[in-house]
């Protein structure tokens, strides 16, 4: 099939973009009236083509003169490139730069929930990852140049000793073992291997985010972990008890069950370990010439952040690791205030972190913690002839024969080692207990063979219980203070399990206490709470310190877990230009679903008619109609804005006309106005607030005119 005729313009454009002769010569050999490429006629081609090369080349050195012709508006031009090419400049980098920090504010976002990042002053250097230094380092004069920017700090290099540089050196290797687990010293206690914190938290079964909540040491705080209340003491005075929350409770069951039950710790520790107790700790103690107790005083408040940090280091992990743990194991002792009717709670530094006492994990880390003062206090005590026991911060020792007259040097060296090791003894909480008189030992005598609950308290609780079935249990008391069921219940299986003989009768009496719908006996009871407490993972829902110890998430009474809300996926800013771009592209996609109404009204895809050759009609209207982003389907579009303005026309010039004959009553004042809005009509100005002020400056002419005539 021939290609279709050329029409007058496109010949017309073609001889203007290279030359008539080429025009001419393509046209001939299209229609076959001149080979192309072979006979006599090549070198007539070659040249016409030369020519129109030429052409074309004498048209652009032409065009550049032109340009050069008037220097004001070649300078004017040039500034005008200038300026483009320096805004094109600037966009471009202010794109890079937002695109740049879109990037790193997209890395830290992924960063933030695998990286620990910081926990508080004073704490956060260990998590960083410390950089291994080359085998070879570069000599000075090769470092990056910073140095070379001042020369004073160039001196100073110079002038620092060999010696420190390699102290330097020595530091830094120092810290980058320091973070690096003991994996020898983890696998002879079977203990898991922690690299990093991210390891911890998806060991525990929790995100990094919230292990992060848990473990920020905050000086400033709206919020806590712990809550606080007091509880008597035997002896007199309060003591504080610091209580976990639900979720620093799951992690602290964790690193107990994990972690603090799998070191062994020494023999004579009977305090919060499977199997021991206040019995145990005294039964070494029975029926011996002299008994000695010692306390420590402010026991778990003397243990702070340094010292159970040392305890997982020691265990094997890591400083970034050790950090971590300690700082769940601790608390911040804050005073909390009322501010503007906002609690807050202001607490000290890191390093002043303590442990709690009411945390799970605490007594097992000071059993761990003691393990040398244990082993020094026994070599003591086997050394002088003495037996020694300890429960939590009560240091027990008994001897008899000549052994019991050693008591001074005794307690002399007990309260040196016990100092050493930093604690200190309670300075009214000693007493030297001998066989003329009742001995004690955490609560039980041991003057007998056997340790026993003191006579007098139960000849209290026989009192209490025979008071409760004659009298009623409102009129049973102990210790002056009104006692409960529950509590007459548990002193007698208190008694029950020191002494089983003796307090048969009085287990009994309490049991008859239960009403008829718990006829249950408390055996019974405890059997089924300790069969719950032991049911396997797959015999059904697992308990709060099972699901902890197994990474899970423990069972609440209370309702679900409260989930901390994800951050939102940063959001990279648009620069103006970038914003300009994205309005274009929105109109022209609001044309483009636009164009197929236009198509089915009767109009191409180019804005022509069908049977017109593809060619584009010119109506103003339609132009218009593009110009202003509206499309005009046939017409229709502007013939409406037209009917609207006209409207608005009529009515503003029937408003004016009222105004100044009905209103004013002022024929001038009408003149003027009507002909300033047939001004206004012209030059396509309508809107009512233009109407407004037309209105108020036909009234000022009007007036002039009055006033010069």
């Known amino acids: 099939m021939s290609a279709p005729q050329p029409t007058r313009a496109e010949l017309l454009e073609r001889i203007r973009a290279s030359s008539k002769d080429a025009v001419v010569l393509?046209?001939?050999?299209?229609?076959?009236?001149?080979?192309?490429?072979?006979?006599?006629?090549?070198?007539?081609?070659?040249?016409?083509?030369?020519?129109?090369?030429l052409s074309q080349q004498l048209n652009a050195l032409r065009q550049e003169a032109a340009q050069y012709a008037d220097p004001e508006q070649a300078l004017r031009r040039m500034r005008r490139e200038r300026m483009a090419a320096a805004r094109a400049q600037r966009e471009a980098t202010r794109r890079q730069r937002h695109e740049a920090r879109h990037e790193r504010a997209l890395a830290w976002h992924a960063e933030r929930d695998r990286h620990i990042g910081w926990l508080g002053e004073g704490v956060s250097a260990?998590?960083?990852?410390?950089?291994?230094?080359?085998?070879?380092?570069?000599?000075?004069?090769?470092?990056?140049?910073?140095?070379?920017?001042?020369?004073?700090?160039?001196?100073?290099?110079?002038?620092?000793?060999?010696?420190?540089?390699?102290?330097a050196t020595a530091d830094r290797g120092g810290a980058a073992r320091a973070s690096t687990p003991r994996t020898d010293r983890l696998a002879r206690h079977d203990l898991p291997l922690l690299t990093d914190a991210p390891a911890l938290a998806d060991a525990m079964g929790i995100g990094v985010r919230e292990l992060r909540f848990l473990a920020t040491h905050r000086e400033v705080s709206r919020s806590t972990h712990y809550q606080r209340f007091t509880v008597p003491k035997k002896t007199g005075g309060e003591r504080l008890i610091s209580a976990p929350m639900p979720r620093l409770k799951r992690a602290q069951y964790?690193?107990?069950?994990?972690?603090?039950?799998?070191?062994?710790?020494?023999?004579?520790?009977?305090?919060?370990?499977?199997?021991?107790?206040?019995?145990?700790?005294?039964r070494p103690h029975a029926d011996q010439d002299v008994v000695i107790n010692l306390d420590l005083q402010d026991f778990f408040p003397s243990v702070g952040l340094p010292r159970v940090k040392g305890v997982f280091q020691h265990l094997g992990y890591g400083e970034a690791v050790a950090t971590v743990l300690a700082l769940l194991c601790t608390e911040a002792r804050a005073d909390t205030l009322r501010i503007d009717g906002e609690t807050v709670h202001i607490a000290g530094r890191a390093r002043d972190r303590v442990l709690p006492q009411g945390a799970p994990s605490s007594p097992q880390l000071t059993n761990i913690l003691c393990r040398r003062l244990d082993r020094r206090l026994a070599a003591l005590a086997a050394t002088l002839g003495f037996a020694y026991t300890r429960y939590a911060d009560d240091l027990s020792f008994s001897a008899s024969g000549e052994a019991a007259d050693r008591v001074g040097e005794l307690l002399r060296r007990a309260r040196w080692i016990v100092r050493d090791e930093g604690f200190t003894p309670h300075p009214t909480?000693?007493?030297?207990?001998?066989?003329?008189?009742?001995?004690?030992?955490?609560?039980?005598?041991?003057?007998?063979?056997?340790?026993?609950?003191?006579?007098?308290?139960?000849?209290?609780?026989?009192?209490?219980?025979?008071?409760?079935h004659t009298q009623g249990l409102a009129q049973a008391h102990w210790q002056q203070q009104p006692v409960t069921r529950a509590q007459l219940i548990g002193w007698a299986q208190f008694v029950h399990q020191v002494q089983p003989a003796q307090a048969g009768a009085l287990l009994s009496q309490?049991?008859?206490?239960?009403?008829?719908?718990?006829?249950?006996?408390?055996?019974?009871?405890?059997?089924?709470?300790?069969?719950?407490?032991?049911?396997?993972?797959?015999?059904?829902r697992l308990s709060f310190r099972a699901a902890a110890a197994q990474g899970q998430t423990p069972?609440?009474?209370?309702?679900?877990?409260?989930?901390?809300?994800?951050?939102?996926?940063?959001?990279?800013?648009?620069?103006?230009?970038?914003?300009?771009?994205?309005?274009?592209?929105?109109?022209?996609?609001?044309a483009a679903a636009a164009e197929p109404a236009t198509t089915a009204a009767g109009v191409g895809p180019a804005g022509a008619r069908p049977g017109q050759g593809g060619r584009r009609l010119s109506d103003p209207r339609t132009e218009d109609a593009g110009r202003a982003g509206v499309p005009a389907p046939d017409g229709h579009a502007p013939q409406s804005r037209t009917r609207r303005r006209l409207g608005t026309y009529v009515l503003q010039l029937m408003a004016a006309w009222g105004l100044g004959n009905v209103v004013f009553h002022d024929r001038l004042f009408t003149q003027v106005a009507l002909v300033m809005l047939v001004f206004l009509y012209l030059m396509r100005r309508q809107s009512w607030a233009l109407w407004g002020g037309t209105m108020l400056l036909a009234a000022l002419v009007a007036w002039s005119l009055r006033f010069l005539g």
């Open 555 to 590: 069972p609440l009474a209370s309702g679900r877990w409260w989930q901390i809300a994800p951050r939102p996926t940063p959001v990279r800013v648009l620069t103006d230009q970038e914003r300009r771009e994205q309005r274009q592209a929105r109109r022209a996609a609001q």
């Open 510 to 540: 309490a049991q008859a206490l239960l009403p008829a719908a718990h006829e249950a006996s408390a055996a019974t009871v405890n059997a089924l709470a300790q069969a719950a407490s032991a049911r396997p993972a797959g015999g059904g």
């Open 26 to 53: 393509a046209e001939m050999q299209r229609l076959g009236f001149w080979p192309q490429g072979e006979g006599e006629p090549r070198l007539a081609a070659e040249l016409i083509e030369r020519e129109a090369e």
């Open 429 to 468: 909480k000693q007493a030297v207990m001998r066989r003329g008189r009742q001995q004690t030992v955490t609560g039980l005598v041991v003057n007998g063979a056997a340790p026993s609950v003191s006579r007098r308290q139960r000849r209290r609780l026989r009192a209490a219980l025979h008071r409760a």
């Open 126 to 167: 260990a998590l960083q990852p410390v950089a291994r230094l080359p085998a070879d380092p570069a000599p000075r004069s090769a470092q990056p140049s910073a140095d070379q920017a001042d020369p004073s700090a160039n001196a100073e290099h110079a002038a620092e000793p060999a010696g420190q540089a390699r102290a």
């Open 254 to 282: 964790w690193v107990l069950d994990n972690i603090l039950a799998k070191v062994p710790v020494h023999a004579a520790a009977h305090g919060f370990l499977p199997g021991h107790g206040i019995v145990g700790n005294a």
